[in-house]
């Protein structure tokens, strides 16, 4: 990802917190952010740099919920059942 690109997700999310940190895997970018309300971090994906519009607690969650995002669309719910099972 690109200088810019970065710059760019960092403008996006800015309503929501300052961004302190990327993680890209593939087509996948996961940008950390420090919730500007609970002061939390918490985990934006995108998807071919396309925004989600959702965010997570977990970094294995963002990511699990990029790939459902890709898969399925904007309206999945694949991830919230992928983590409950890993989680259970």
Not at 76 to 83: K, L, P, V
């Amino acid at each position: 990802m690109e200088n810019k690109d970065r710059k760019n997700i960092a403008k996006q999310l800015g309503w929501l917190g300052k961004v302190t940190e990327f993680f890209e895997v593939g087509n996948y970018v996961i940008a950390k952010y420090d919730d500007k309300k609970s002061g939390l971090p918490l985990y934006h994906p995108y998807v071919d740099g396309e925004n989600t519009s959702e965010s997570y607690d977990t970094l294995d969650a963002a990511l699990a919920g990029a790939i459902a995002y890709r898969k399925e669309g904007p309206n999945h719910r694949a991830d919230r059942y992928f983590i409950k099972g890993m989680v259970a």
